[in-house]
Protein backbone atom coordinates (compact mmCIF):
# COMPACT_ATOMS: atom_id res chain seq x y z
CA UNK A 1 0.00 0.00 0.00
CA UNK A 2 2.93 2.24 0.65
CA UNK A 3 3.92 1.52 -2.97
CA UNK A 4 0.73 2.21 -4.35
CA UNK A 5 0.53 5.39 -2.54
CA UNK A 6 3.63 6.68 -4.05
CA UNK A 7 2.37 5.24 -7.71
CA UNK A 8 -0.68 7.51 -7.17
CA UNK A 9 1.20 10.44 -6.43
CA UNK A 10 3.33 10.08 -9.51
CA UNK A 11 0.84 9.01 -11.47
CA UNK A 12 -1.31 12.03 -10.91
CA UNK A 13 1.63 14.45 -11.77
CA UNK A 14 2.85 12.60 -14.49
CA UNK A 15 -0.82 11.91 -16.11
CA UNK A 16 -0.17 8.43 -15.89
CA UNK A 17 -2.25 5.56 -15.73
CA UNK A 18 -1.90 3.21 -12.33
CA UNK A 19 -2.27 -0.07 -12.49
CA UNK A 20 -2.31 -2.24 -9.50
CA UNK A 21 -0.97 -5.68 -10.17
CA UNK A 22 -2.25 -9.08 -7.77
CA UNK A 23 -1.32 -12.40 -8.27
CA UNK A 24 -4.01 -14.69 -7.18
CA UNK A 25 -3.53 -19.23 -7.23
CA UNK A 26 -7.06 -20.18 -6.07
CA UNK A 27 -9.13 -19.69 -9.59
CA UNK A 28 -12.54 -19.57 -7.23
CA UNK A 29 -11.49 -16.21 -6.06
CA UNK A 30 -11.98 -14.10 -8.99
CA UNK A 31 -12.98 -10.01 -9.15
CA UNK A 32 -16.27 -9.78 -8.09
CA UNK A 33 -16.34 -12.46 -5.25
CA UNK A 34 -16.80 -10.83 -1.94
CA UNK A 35 -15.07 -13.63 -0.27
CA UNK A 36 -12.29 -13.54 -2.46
CA UNK A 37 -10.50 -10.59 -4.23
CA UNK A 38 -13.64 -8.51 -4.50
CA UNK A 39 -12.38 -7.03 -0.56
CA UNK A 40 -8.93 -6.19 -2.79
CA UNK A 41 -10.52 -4.82 -5.62
CA UNK A 42 -11.84 -2.41 -3.44
CA UNK A 43 -9.31 -1.97 -0.96
CA UNK A 44 -7.16 -0.93 -3.92
CA UNK A 45 -9.75 1.01 -5.55
CA UNK A 46 -9.95 3.22 -2.27
CA UNK A 47 -5.41 3.29 -2.00
CA UNK A 48 -5.89 5.28 -5.57
CA UNK A 49 -5.48 2.42 -8.40
CA UNK A 50 -6.96 3.19 -11.66
CA UNK A 51 -7.11 -0.32 -12.75
CA UNK A 52 -6.81 -3.53 -11.63
CA UNK A 53 -4.93 -6.15 -13.08
CA UNK A 54 -4.88 -10.10 -12.16
CA UNK A 55 -2.77 -12.52 -12.40
CA UNK A 56 -3.85 -16.46 -12.34
CA UNK A 57 -0.82 -18.77 -11.09
CA UNK A 58 -1.45 -22.57 -10.77
CA UNK A 59 1.67 -22.49 -8.76
CA UNK A 60 1.50 -21.15 -4.92
CA UNK A 61 2.01 -17.49 -4.51
CA UNK A 62 5.27 -17.08 -2.61
CA UNK A 63 7.91 -14.56 -2.79
CA UNK A 64 10.03 -16.14 -5.23
CA UNK A 65 10.66 -16.30 -9.23
CA UNK A 66 10.37 -19.54 -9.59
CA UNK A 67 6.68 -19.82 -8.25
CA UNK A 68 5.76 -16.64 -9.94
CA UNK A 69 8.05 -15.43 -12.32
CA UNK A 70 5.62 -16.90 -15.33
CA UNK A 71 2.69 -15.01 -13.76
CA UNK A 72 4.50 -11.77 -13.32
CA UNK A 73 6.11 -12.09 -16.74
CA UNK A 74 2.21 -12.30 -18.01
CA UNK A 75 1.31 -9.06 -16.45
CA UNK A 76 4.62 -7.09 -17.86
CA UNK A 77 4.42 -8.41 -20.90
CA UNK A 78 0.44 -7.29 -21.20
CA UNK A 79 1.22 -3.79 -19.23
CA UNK A 80 4.42 -2.85 -20.79
CA UNK A 81 5.09 -0.46 -17.66
CA UNK A 82 7.43 2.56 -17.94
CA UNK A 83 7.44 2.64 -14.02
CA UNK A 84 7.06 -0.21 -11.68
CA UNK A 85 6.76 0.29 -8.05
CA UNK A 86 7.37 -2.23 -5.47
CA UNK A 87 7.65 -1.97 -1.13
CA UNK A 88 10.64 -2.14 -0.49
CA UNK A 89 10.17 -4.24 2.90
CA UNK A 90 7.49 -6.37 0.89
CA UNK A 91 8.72 -10.25 0.73
CA UNK A 92 8.43 -10.57 -2.94
CA UNK A 93 10.25 -7.28 -3.60
CA UNK A 94 14.03 -8.33 -3.21
CA UNK A 95 13.36 -11.41 -5.71
CA UNK A 96 10.92 -9.58 -8.35
CA UNK A 97 12.68 -6.14 -8.33
CA UNK A 98 15.51 -6.93 -9.83
CA UNK A 99 14.26 -9.36 -12.46
CA UNK A 100 11.46 -7.21 -13.72
CA UNK A 101 14.68 -4.64 -14.22
CA UNK A 102 16.42 -7.05 -15.92
CA UNK A 103 13.77 -8.20 -18.21
CA UNK A 104 12.55 -5.18 -19.17
CA UNK A 105 16.22 -3.31 -19.36
CA UNK A 106 14.79 -0.67 -16.59
CA UNK A 107 16.67 1.49 -13.98
CA UNK A 108 16.68 -0.09 -10.88
CA UNK A 109 16.24 2.61 -7.69
CA UNK A 110 16.91 0.56 -4.40
CA UNK A 111 15.69 3.49 -1.56
CA UNK A 112 13.22 5.53 -3.62
CA UNK A 113 10.61 8.20 -2.52
CA UNK A 114 8.31 10.18 -4.03
CA UNK A 115 9.78 13.56 -3.57
CA UNK A 116 8.43 17.40 -5.52
CA UNK A 117 5.04 19.00 -5.62
CA UNK A 118 3.97 19.91 -9.15
CA UNK A 119 6.48 17.57 -11.36
CA UNK A 120 6.93 14.12 -8.90
CA UNK A 121 10.51 12.71 -9.37
CA UNK A 122 11.10 9.13 -7.43
CA UNK A 123 14.66 9.74 -6.18
CA UNK A 124 17.05 7.07 -4.55
CA UNK A 125 19.58 7.50 -1.29
CA UNK A 126 22.24 6.66 -3.79
CA UNK A 127 21.58 9.33 -5.95
CA UNK A 128 19.57 7.83 -9.32
CA UNK A 129 16.16 9.61 -9.85
CA UNK A 130 13.06 9.23 -12.22
CA UNK A 131 11.07 12.06 -13.28
CA UNK A 132 8.30 12.17 -16.22
CA UNK A 133 11.04 14.41 -18.28
CA UNK A 134 13.19 11.17 -18.20
CA UNK A 135 13.24 8.45 -21.25
CA UNK A 136 13.65 4.96 -20.39
CA UNK A 137 12.34 2.84 -17.96
CA UNK A 138 12.61 2.33 -14.41
CA UNK A 139 11.50 0.01 -11.50
CA UNK A 140 11.63 1.35 -7.60
CA UNK A 141 11.59 0.51 -4.64
CA UNK A 142 9.88 2.25 -2.27
CA UNK A 143 10.50 2.81 1.52
CA UNK A 144 8.08 5.71 2.17
CA UNK A 145 5.38 7.83 0.26
CA UNK A 146 3.93 11.06 0.91
CA UNK A 147 0.14 10.66 2.35
CA UNK A 148 -2.40 11.06 -0.55
CA UNK A 149 -5.76 12.45 0.44
CA UNK A 150 -8.72 10.01 1.03
CA UNK A 151 -10.52 8.33 -2.27
CA UNK A 152 -14.34 8.47 -2.24
CA UNK A 153 -15.84 4.99 -0.96
CA UNK A 154 -17.82 4.20 -3.83
CA UNK A 155 -14.45 3.49 -5.61
CA UNK A 156 -14.95 0.84 -9.21
CA UNK A 157 -12.04 0.40 -11.08
CA UNK A 158 -11.83 -1.70 -14.38
CA UNK A 159 -10.53 -4.81 -13.74
CA UNK A 160 -8.24 -7.46 -16.40
CA UNK A 161 -7.87 -10.98 -15.41
CA UNK A 162 -4.72 -12.63 -17.05
CA UNK A 163 -4.31 -16.13 -17.34
CA UNK A 164 -0.20 -16.95 -17.84
CA UNK A 165 0.30 -20.55 -19.27
CA UNK A 166 3.02 -22.35 -17.19
CA UNK A 167 2.96 -23.07 -13.88
CA UNK A 168 6.23 -22.44 -11.73
CA UNK A 169 9.83 -23.07 -13.04
CA UNK A 170 9.88 -27.24 -12.52
CA UNK A 171 14.13 -27.55 -12.06
CA UNK A 172 12.98 -26.04 -8.29
CA UNK A 173 11.28 -27.52 -5.90
CA UNK A 174 8.85 -25.45 -3.21
CA UNK A 175 9.29 -26.34 0.24
CA UNK A 176 6.29 -25.76 2.22
CA UNK A 177 5.61 -21.97 2.38
CA UNK A 178 5.72 -19.97 5.49
CA UNK A 179 4.75 -16.41 5.04
CA UNK A 180 7.03 -13.85 6.51
CA UNK A 181 5.72 -12.05 9.59
CA UNK A 182 6.98 -8.23 8.92
CA UNK A 183 5.29 -5.76 11.67
CA UNK A 184 5.57 -2.77 9.00
CA UNK A 185 5.83 0.54 9.66
CA UNK A 186 6.21 3.81 8.36
CA UNK A 187 7.84 6.27 10.36
CA UNK A 188 10.16 5.17 13.41
CA UNK A 189 10.50 2.13 15.77
CA UNK A 190 12.31 2.53 19.07
CA UNK A 191 13.34 -0.81 20.82
CA UNK A 192 13.95 -1.07 24.41
CA UNK A 193 16.13 -3.73 25.76
CA UNK A 194 15.21 -6.14 27.98
CA UNK A 195 17.98 -5.65 31.06
CA UNK A 196 16.60 -1.65 31.15
CA UNK A 197 12.85 -2.51 31.12
CA UNK A 198 12.93 -2.76 34.75
CA UNK A 199 14.08 0.99 35.89
CA UNK A 200 11.47 3.26 35.74
CA UNK A 201 13.18 6.03 34.69
CA UNK A 202 14.60 4.64 31.34
CA UNK A 203 11.39 3.18 30.64
CA UNK A 204 9.55 6.82 31.50
CA UNK A 205 12.11 8.12 28.94
CA UNK A 206 12.10 5.49 26.07
CA UNK A 207 8.01 6.31 26.42
CA UNK A 208 8.87 10.13 26.13
CA UNK A 209 11.00 9.76 23.65
CA UNK A 210 8.64 7.98 21.56
CA UNK A 211 5.78 10.38 21.91
CA UNK A 212 8.57 13.14 20.66
CA UNK A 213 9.37 11.38 17.73
CA UNK A 214 5.86 9.51 17.05
CA UNK A 215 7.18 6.47 17.16
CA UNK A 216 5.94 2.76 18.19
CA UNK A 217 8.09 1.70 21.43
CA UNK A 218 8.60 -1.84 21.05
CA UNK A 219 10.76 -4.54 23.11
CA UNK A 220 10.57 -7.93 24.23
CA UNK A 221 8.51 -10.08 26.80
CA UNK A 222 10.43 -8.77 30.01
CA UNK A 223 9.92 -4.92 28.76
CA UNK A 224 6.12 -6.51 28.69
CA UNK A 225 5.99 -7.82 32.23
CA UNK A 226 7.52 -5.02 33.32
CA UNK A 227 4.70 -2.40 32.07
CA UNK A 228 7.10 -0.62 29.92
CA UNK A 229 5.15 -1.69 26.68
CA UNK A 230 1.87 -3.06 25.86
CA UNK A 231 1.32 -6.97 24.71
CA UNK A 232 1.05 -5.73 20.69
CA UNK A 233 4.27 -4.04 21.08
CA UNK A 234 6.06 -7.40 21.61
CA UNK A 235 8.83 -8.19 19.43
CA UNK A 236 11.11 -11.50 19.21
CA UNK A 237 14.47 -11.27 18.11
CA UNK A 238 13.42 -12.61 14.41
CA UNK A 239 10.09 -10.71 14.13
CA UNK A 240 11.55 -8.41 11.23
CA UNK A 241 10.69 -4.72 11.27
CA UNK A 242 10.73 -2.13 8.39
CA UNK A 243 11.03 1.09 9.65
CA UNK A 244 12.46 4.50 8.33
CA UNK A 245 13.94 4.84 11.88
CA UNK A 246 15.28 2.58 14.52
CA UNK A 247 16.46 3.61 17.97
CA UNK A 248 17.56 0.62 19.90
CA UNK A 249 18.58 1.62 23.36
CA UNK A 250 20.75 -0.84 25.71
CA UNK A 251 21.41 -4.46 24.20
CA UNK A 252 18.00 -4.35 22.31
CA UNK A 253 18.15 -6.97 19.48
CA UNK A 254 15.76 -6.40 16.25
CA UNK A 255 15.75 -7.60 12.64
CA UNK A 256 15.66 -5.11 10.41
CA UNK A 257 14.52 -5.28 7.21
CA UNK A 258 14.61 -2.68 4.17
CA UNK A 259 16.38 0.18 4.05
CA UNK A 260 15.82 1.52 7.75
CA UNK A 261 18.31 3.82 9.20
CA UNK A 262 19.99 2.52 13.04
CA UNK A 263 20.42 4.29 15.93
CA UNK A 264 22.05 3.09 19.20
CA UNK A 265 21.72 4.62 22.59
CA UNK A 266 24.42 3.07 24.75
CA UNK A 267 26.26 1.46 22.07
CA UNK A 268 28.34 -1.48 23.19
CA UNK A 269 30.72 -4.32 21.69
CA UNK A 270 28.79 -7.47 22.76
CA UNK A 271 25.90 -5.49 20.57
CA UNK A 272 25.44 -7.29 17.32
CA UNK A 273 24.22 -4.76 15.06
CA UNK A 274 25.51 -5.60 11.38
CA UNK A 275 24.94 -1.89 10.21
CA UNK A 276 24.63 1.36 12.34
CA UNK A 277 24.38 4.88 11.13
CA UNK A 278 24.74 6.62 14.41
CA UNK A 279 25.03 5.87 18.20
CA UNK A 280 25.40 7.48 21.42
CA UNK A 281 28.21 5.85 23.29
CA UNK A 282 28.56 5.05 27.37
CA UNK A 283 25.21 4.56 29.24
CA UNK A 284 22.07 4.10 28.23
CA UNK A 285 20.14 5.75 30.43
CA UNK A 286 22.63 8.64 30.59
CA UNK A 287 22.38 8.96 26.60
CA UNK A 288 18.67 8.97 26.69
CA UNK A 289 17.75 11.15 29.19
CA UNK A 290 20.68 13.58 27.50
CA UNK A 291 18.71 12.98 24.31
CA UNK A 292 15.45 13.92 25.50
CA UNK A 293 16.45 17.12 27.30
CA UNK A 294 17.57 18.03 24.09
CA UNK A 295 14.68 17.24 21.90
CA UNK A 296 12.46 19.24 24.33
CA UNK A 297 14.48 22.28 24.07
CA UNK A 298 13.57 22.15 19.87
Known amino acids: ?39 IESALAKGG ?20 GNAWQGVIDHLRPRLVLFGADAPSSAELGPRTAARIGARLLLRARASGIDDVELRDRDGGYARA ?19 ADDCDVDVVVLEPTGEHDPRVELGPITRAAIAQTAGT ?49 TTALAPELCITIGAAQVDVAGAASVIKIGATPTNRVTAV ?15 VKKLERL
Do not use: C, F, N
Open 1 to 39: MVALAAGRHVASSWGATLYAAVLVHDPDHMPGDSKGIGD
Open 49 to 68: ADKVVVAVSKSEIAPLWAAI
Open 133 to 151: SDGGAAVAMIGRAARTAAV
Open 189 to 237: VIALGDELATDPKVTAAAQKLATLLDAHLVGGTAARRAGAIDKPAVVER
Open 277 to 291: DGSLAGLADIGLAEL
